[in-house]
DNA sequence: CGCCAGATTGATACACATCAATTCTCGTGG
DNA sequence: CCACGAGAATTGATGTGTATCAATCTGGCG
């Protein structure tokens, strides 16, 4: 089991051992059992802070990831960006492209992706009703993904949004005894403003306010322990 | 290039008459041929301001528009609404909501839709590949349209999300030769502000700022003519 | 050791929100 | 037909959350 419907967010992940590779699969709503996307991809293993593919490019595969975080972003002309998702263990992503990839792929940590034909996908999905089943619900996890991203992007100040964020982060890693309560923070501040809709700076005072209250502690940077997860619950509130 | 990725918006619906259900069912990537959701569902009529559903309900049933608008919103317990999108027909909702809508459901204008039994529609899936091929479509629709959203809200100023919203909505109606250049807002400046991520008053400003510079012109406020739609697109850059 | 990207911190600016009136529009009833 | 009321839109004055600009600090790595 998995603790199903998070909103954003991604998870940890180690890196690029191969033992890293075993270490999966079953993502958001994904049986156990049987995955009827096995088997039907190539595994890829892209570096990090290497590009899967770039927005604009012809839509011809779509991908799962099975290790690593990977970010979907887009750049205006004059570089503001904007990261749609951070994809982890079990996402789908590149599927809901039409001709051209409207997103730009990137690998924030090391990954490791299973990489799908998506003309082969859409005949094997037409063939096996299960498949089809089983894209549709990886395909609703992402909208209701995004979909909550847009009330914080559109609503939430920035306290609230990284509340919401380290919130989600946590009930989203499988829940482990030892890592209750603590998070991995695979991306850098920029990453994370990005996300947010904020600028580096913003990010760094409201995190570094909050560790002022005890509301959260970290040492280094990217490994952030919830002190008092009930009042970051109170912040992100909104879902 | 690869003009099909619309972002969001909606499309102008006259109202509440008889006639205005024949007029549509074909949405965005919908052959005229044969619709293979085409009599799967109840025809229901909503008036204006009422509620499909609320946010939290059990999510038995999803809707495709055949006439008017629909918003899906949500509101924060502070009174803080986003709009995450604004529906029209054709287009699919309440599909990707697991055990609760996560958003609410409303009539901006009359609206017609046509309602399926989720459950009974997953398996109208499961045993029609077509079908299932069809609900992908409308699916990775709505996907793609709340990803350029949240381009919009995390990183576009307000002039340049009005400006896109405005482009959208023209590029989306169908193109007679009447209403080129023309569209009809069929929502309050409420509803664009909470779908914008703004407030009524900078909606209003900047729209009459758009006026002023002769760049869009209005005498009623819902009947916007875009006099330099090239001005226009030029804000809209970013997708 | 020194370099450099990332992170933090401070001072200041600005875009948009907020608060507060009007004005406009339209439906209703006298 | 017009006065009335109420929600919607506009307009103005002011406030503020976050961006921007500018150092400085930190830690990993060649």
Redesign the interface.
Known sequence: MYA??VSSVLTPARAFTSSALHAVASGPSTRSESDPLDRCGTIVRIEKNRSLYYE?DEARHCFRVRAGTVR?C?I??DG???I?AFLTAGELFG??????Y??SAEAVTDVVVEKFDRRRM?QA???D??L??H??TL??????S??????L???LTAAERIATFLVDLVKRQKPTPANSGTVELTMTRRDLA?Y??LTVETVSRVMNGMKRRRIISFTAPENVELTQSAALERLA???
Chains 1, 2 share one sequence.
């Open positions: 199903s419907t604009g979907l887009k205006t002309e503001r960006r904007q749609a599927w809901a492209d039409r001709d051209a409207g997103f859409e999905a037409a063939a009703p299960k089809a089943r894209i549709l395909l609703s996890d992402r909208l209701a995004a979909q909550s991203h847009l009330v992007l559109g609503r990005d947010l809709g509130m909104a879902a």
